[in-house]
């Protein structure tokens, strides 16, 4: 159980700590610098199977599903990450997987060079990335907490999230301007030029507030198990994973179907897509810099539920844009939201869990990625049906009803707004 004073451990002030301060940790360096590489590979990656797909098909059902597909091995991937984060050198299991990841980015621009590709090609390369992307997540998430003091926790996760949101603010706008520019071959082998980059980054780092790793004798099954008991019999933490759902099953998936809004509302080419996308990331990053420099004042279980309450009515406005303008904007605010809730609450499990569980239950906490494909999915179906505009909203509603139910059934949420 987690003891009755972490939570206000985890949010006492620490003095002199600034927006960047855990970047003056050598090691926390190399991590926060290899991962601008591998998220804006990432990112490229995101915006141009989007479009590659939209073309292919004109279907926003398969562009739905084949950004959701990013995230399925999050269901199977992820959690033996988590086991293999607490059993190996998490460093070395970061360095295999980018490793494999640039492999296979290569051979998809070869084939795309070559006009060869077709749909299921673009299906399979997101789900062979998603899986490479499920395997390393928690072993990131893992080495935060593993290159900085405790205290500088909370700056160190904002900071983790500013590397991710900083790129997405770049790597969506590179990948729609070089779509139109240079091709879509180009960008997949750029994406794997950033992977290696990541590799060699990240060699010389090390972990020096990793507890001491003794080989567990237990099966992978079983060491899985103690992680979701663990999460189970501490209920605080168990209802900060079911908030953690929501984001990825009524707000996220607004950005996989996001080709379909630009050409059918916005009437407009690749590019701007890339643009609106760079929109969510600008307001993104601007609430990552917030936390980084604020967090430790502000963090609460009411501020996350209250930033995941505007998300959703920001989407329902979103979805009845027809100005561009003001898609920038409301995709900005939306993308704050979103990061405000999302950074918050992964300080706050970061601060309860003890670092030789850290691997699994980051595993279970980010499995939420795995409800993308069938929410991208749904969220596509219903744009082919009914159309773009009311699939949008039809989310965001359905945000807003399921996390005031949460609040009002489920004691552990309500009590949230209390840490």
Known sequence: MTPPHAFETAKKRTE???????LRHADYLYLWVGNLFNTSGMWIQQVTVGWLVWKLSGSATLVGIASGLRFLPFLF??????????RMDRRRLLLMTQLLTA????????????????????????????????MNAPVRQSLIVNTVPREELGNAVALHATAINATRVIGPAIGGVLIVTLGMAGNF????????????IIFPMQVPYRDPLSASKESALRSLQEGIRYIWNDKSLFGMMLLSFIPALFVMPILQIMPAFTEDVLHAQANIYGYLITSYGVGALAATLTMASFGNVIRSGSLGIAALLASAVFVIFFSQCTWLWAAFFLLAATGFCVLIFRVNNTTLVQAVVPDALRGRVMSLYQIDHALMPLSSSALGICADVFSVPASIAASGVLCLLVTG?????????RDLRKL
Do not use: E, N
């Open 405 to 413: 139910g949460l609040l009002l059934g489920v004691k552990q949420i």
């Open 77 to 86: 991937m992820g959690p033996l990450g988590g086991v293999a984060a607490d």
């Open 16 to 22: 002199g700590i600034g927006t960047f301060a855990s």
């Open 103 to 134: 492999v296979a980015a290569v051979l998809f621009a070869v084939v795309v060079a070559l006009d060869w590709v077709r749909v299921w090609h673009a299906l399979v390369f997101s789900l062979v990335m998603g899986c490479g992307v499920a």
């Open 189 to 200: 082998l750029l994406q794997a030029g950033l992977y290696l980059c990541t590799v060699a």
